[in-house]
């Protein structure tokens, strides 16, 4: 089970990153200014959309970029458990994780990628030549 210090400790692992408060109050992880997770519980009009599909409104939900539509498609029916979205988000390369049942090792590659999808392509470089 993942938690928000998840998110923090593997967000602090990548170059050029911030946390800064999104809509609400909510968590925000940045890279040079452009988000790419997020804290995002559901809206009243979601929760409706969803219906008994949606989450408990304890259940921590992570937004985060995705490369396109395409991987977006692919996460949401490889993993209809872990990965959700909503009509909000149609449209956007944008999917929702259930924190609470998304694998630490799944989790640190998702991180990474929605960074990816966000940060410059020097500063994706200079990651890949850390290791």
Request: charged share 30%; glycine share 10%; aromatic share 6%.
């Amino acid at each position: 089970m993942a938690t928000w210090e998840d998110v923090r400790r593997l967000v602090a692992g990548l170059p050029e990153t911030d946390e800064h408060p999104s809509y609400g109050g909510h968590p925000a992880w940045r890279v040079r200014g452009k988000a790419f997770a997020w804290a995002r519980p559901l809206r009243p009009a979601e929760r409706a959309a969803l219906g008994d599909g949606a989450p408990d409104d304890d259940e921590p939900l992570l937004g985060v970029r995705v490369a396109d539509e395409g991987e977006k498609a692919a996460l949401l029916a490889a993993a209809p458990g872990v990965f959700l979205t909503t009509p909000h988000f149609d449209g956007y390369p944008v999917v929702l994780v259930r924190l609470r049942r998304i694998p630490a090792g799944e989790l640190a590659e998702l991180v990474e990628d929605a960074w990816r999808a966000r940060a410059p392509r020097r500063l994706a470089a200079e990651l890949d030549g850390r290791g």
